[in-house]
């Protein structure tokens, strides 16, 4: 019989690592279903997680899909729901819906350079697609990742960044100066302006802060990127995550189902409402 959209999976939390501490604190969660694990995802895909009697809140999936043992989200405390999440301990249980939204079209961008583009907690939608792309690397052209956050401690992934540094091209930024930090210092776009990526036969893959989507879009379409080369993800506010309630809409498109991942060409022709 086939899952109950709205029934959450139950899911046990296997792991928990502190990836920022301070005033706006990340953890990652691993996970692992109860029951059965017939759950199928695409990368770029999210999930409604629920803390029992506090709500639920939609999450990206960072871990790739070619990792069947556990679901991994990396999650900012913002609010009511996530600051449950960030109380719980490794046993709690959580519940997991969907997954929702189209995802990235991976398949379609084979034989292509990947430039992911990345700010803040914005790199966990875009870790599951790298993942991806990275596992299957013959597959691909050139893989290139520009992520940056507000402080070195700021950065999600630090302990990965470091192995993944071995493995494709990496270019890390703060936005102000530290002793010790010998990349780049800025914003993440004007990292995009200073490392000029190429647009031939390229796909970029942006997530952050809305403001520095609009920049890093900027200074794409500035290195003469074709509006069809870019992605993004939107993160309007969900409710019910499978086009029902008609809270994450921008003009008729519902993002819980359409989105959340837009190509540039396809945003930029929808109302300005996200
Ligand atoms: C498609 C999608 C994917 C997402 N992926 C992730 C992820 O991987 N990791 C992660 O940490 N967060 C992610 N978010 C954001 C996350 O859903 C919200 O931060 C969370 O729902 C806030 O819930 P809360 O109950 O803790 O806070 P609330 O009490 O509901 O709100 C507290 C504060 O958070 C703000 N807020 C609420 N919802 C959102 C939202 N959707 N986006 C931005 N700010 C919001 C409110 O304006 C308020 O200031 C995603 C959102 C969407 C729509
Ligand atoms: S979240 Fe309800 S319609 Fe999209």
């Known amino acids: 019989m086939e899952h109950n959209a709205y029934i959450p999976r139950l899911a046990k939390i296997i792991q928990i690592k502190e990836e920022v501490s ?5 953890k990652t969660f691993r996970t692992q279903f109860l029951n059965k694990n017939d759950f199928a995802f695409h990368c770029g895909q999210c999930t409604m997680l629920s803390v029992f009697g506090k709500g639920e809140s939609m999450i990206s999936i960072s871990s790739p899909p070619l990792i069947k ?4 989200f990396s999650i900012l405390k913002m609010g009511r729901v996530t600051s449950a999440l960030h109380e719980m301990e490794v046993g709690d249980k959580i519940g997991i819906r969907g997954p929702y ?3 990235f079209p991976i398949e379609d961008w084979k034989g292509k350079n990947l430039i992911f583009i990345g700010g803040g907690i914005g790199l966990a939608p875009i870790w599951s697609v790298l993942q991806t792309a990275l596992g299957k690397k013959q597959e691909y052209g050139e893989l290139k ?3 940056g ?3 070195s401690k700021d950065l999600v992934f630090k302990e990965e960044l470091k192995e993944l540094k071995k493995k494709m091209i990496v270019h890390l930024s703060i936005d102000v100066e530290e002793p010790e930090w010998e ?17 031939k036969n ?11 989507i609009k920049f890093v879009i900027q200074a794409l379409k500035d290195l003469e990127f074709e509006d069809a080369q870019i992605y993004t993800t939107v993160e309007n506010k969900m409710k019910c995550g499978i ?20 190509s540039w060409a396809e945003l930029k022709k929808l109302p300005q409402e996200y």
């Open 202 to 212: 390229a796909i970029t893959i942006t997530c952050g802060p809305p403001i520095m």
């Open 22 to 26: 301070g005033a706006r604190p990340i």
């Open 243 to 262: 086009g029902k309630c008609g809270r994450c809409n921008i003009g008729m498109h519902y993002v819980c189902k359409d989105g959340p991942v837009y």
């Open 149 to 151: 956050a507000r402080t």
């Open 145 to 147: 990742l520009i992520y």
């Open 183 to 199: 990349e780049f210092i800025g914003f993440v776009p004007q990292n995009v302006t200073d490392k000029k990526p190429s647009p």
């Open 101 to 103: 939204g189209n995802g």
């Open 69 to 72: 043992d556990y679901l991994q």
